[in-house]
């Protein structure tokens, strides 16, 4: 009997954007991402990329209101994509952990995928705005993305001066936390209360 794919599509309109996410947990890394926001584009990129995910996402906004809508929304989409893929999450490893070096920056992130939606972000950024991403916005798409992901997300820049990458740094830890969490490695439901 052949696996179940772990994919999800999921859309989103509102008065604000308008989105469209395509997520295959057990990818190659390809990608296809249209947000509006470059610099979003370009981590996202980064996180399938290492993750091993596949993303196709597109996302029409009122970018000339400004960018929050935009990324707390993909956020928002990206984060019920993960968890209607994972299912009922039967023989995850639920927990990740990665700590992500880039040139000076240094970066951690610990996942659990157990159904509780908390979010601990630990950064500063010298710069206000990157490519279109107000560097504010870093750390609510986490936010956002932890609350339909229903996961905590424990993310921390421990050391670096470049905002570019210090939060490249994040981006890539979350992803190879991530790709541990979501990995195989049972059959059962990884809690003691059979239920996540």
Request: hydrophobic letters at 40%; glycine letters at 8%; aromatic letters at 6%.
């Amino acid at each position: 009997m052949a696996e179940q794919a772990r994919t999800a599509t999921v859309k989103r309109t509102t008065k604000e954007t308008d989105i469209t996410v395509t997520l295959t947990l057990d990818g190659n890394g390809t990608s296809a991402i249209a947000s509006g926001v470059v610099f979003l584009d370009h981590m996202l990129t980064n996180f399938c990329k290492h993750a091993g995910f596949n993303l196709t996402l597109r996302c029409n906004g009122d970018l000339d209101v400004d960018d929050h809508h935009s990324v707390e929304d993909v956020a928002l989409v990206l984060g019920t994509a993960i968890t209607e893929a994972l299912g009922n999450k039967s023989g995850i490893q639920r927990y990740g952990w990665a700590i992500i070096p880039m040139d000076e920056a240094l970066a951690r992130c610990a996942v659990d995928l157990g159904g509780r939606s908390y979010c601990v972000f630990k950064a500063e950024f010298r710069r206000p705005v990157i490519q279109g991403l107000s560097t504010e916005m870093v750390e609510h798409f986490f936010r956002s993305l932890a609350d339909t992901m229903k996961a905590t997300l424990h993310l921390e820049v421990l050391d670096g001066n470049n905002t570019h990458h210090k939060i490249e740094a994040l981006f890539k830890a979350f992803a190879y936390a991530m790709k541990a969490a979501v990995s195989i490695t049972g059959n059962d439901i990884p809690s003691t209360k059979g239920l996540i």
